[in-house]
T-cell receptor, first 116, second 106 residues
Framework: DTGVSQDPRHKITKRGQNVTFRCDPI?????LYWYRQTLGQGPEFLTY????????KSRLLSDRFSAERPKGSFSTLEIQRTEQGDSAMYLC??????????????FGPGTRLLVL | DAKTTQPPSMDCAEGRAANLPCNHS???????VYWYRQIHSQGPQYIIH???NNETNEMASLIITEDRKSSTLILPHATLRDTAVYYC???????FGTGTRLKVLA
């Protein structure tokens, strides 16, 4: 399968612990996006990378959240000192450069986080 | 305000057309409208997108009003497998709509 992959698919942690999620985009997709989706709501944009550069961050991305894409391929999203309100599905998407301003994003299956 | 609104739920009989509206009254001139659907516990799946003209692909048709303030996704012959939550999506600020839960009935 050559789609976007995310690991782990599920994570249960205790409040106050740190967690890290990984996203592997579709090969040759140089743009990578992270979203958060809480139960019953649509996905909300968190941040976006073009290659290794983090170009945009939402105000939802608090100081406890950090995302990296060190070599312009896979990306990690870390949440420090998790809170119960961080419980959500974390979605990753990637897009292929077309030269257009906007590109179609293709989503991975998500990582479901539960903070106890 | 970039709020994008959709009716919360709709039912459609199997084999009939499903018409899913989206209101994006604050859309800007160069901003595309995308449609995705999400089947339970999976990531959103791309369906179709457009800027000004109506579009059609193997999955659906997209009708965009002339003033671009709203659009309608049309599934021409809905099947049970089309039961999902459908989101319109605006490329500016990457905003998903409120979503419509479509239930296709046998």
């Amino acid at each position: 399968d050559t789609g976007v992959s995310q690991d782990p698919r599920h994570k249960i942690t205790k409040r106050g612990q740190n967690v890290t999620f990984r996203c592997d985009p579709i090969s040759e997709h140089n743009r990578l996006y992270w979203y958060r989706q809480t139960l019953g709501q649509g996905p909300e944009f968190l941040t976006y990378f073009q290659n290794e550069a983090q170009l945009e961050k939402s105000r939802l991305l608090s100081d406890r959240f950090s995302a990296e894409r060190p070599k312009g391929s896979f990306s990690t999203l870390e949440i420090q000192r998790t809170e119960q309100g961080d419980s959500a599905m974390y979605l990753c998407a990637s897009s292929l450069p077309t030269g257009a301003m906007w590109e179609t994003q293709y989503f991975g299956p998500g990582t479901r986080l539960l903070v106890l | 305000d970039a709020k994008t609104t959709q009716p919360p739920s709709m039912d459609c009989a199997e084999g009939r057309a499903a018409n899913l509206p989206c209101n994006h009254s604050t859309i800007s001139g160069n901003e595309y409208v995308y449609w995705y659907r999400q089947i339970h516990s999976q990531g959103p799946q791309y369906i179709i997108h457009g800027l000004k003209n109506n579009e059609t692909n193997e999955m659906a048709s997209l009708i965009i009003t002339e003033d671009r303030k709203s659009s309608t996704l049309i599934l021409p012959h809905a099947t049970l497998r089309d039961t999902a939550v459908y989101y319109c999506f605006r490329t500016y600020k990457y905003i998903f709509g409120t979503g419509t839960r479509l239930k296709v009935l046998a």
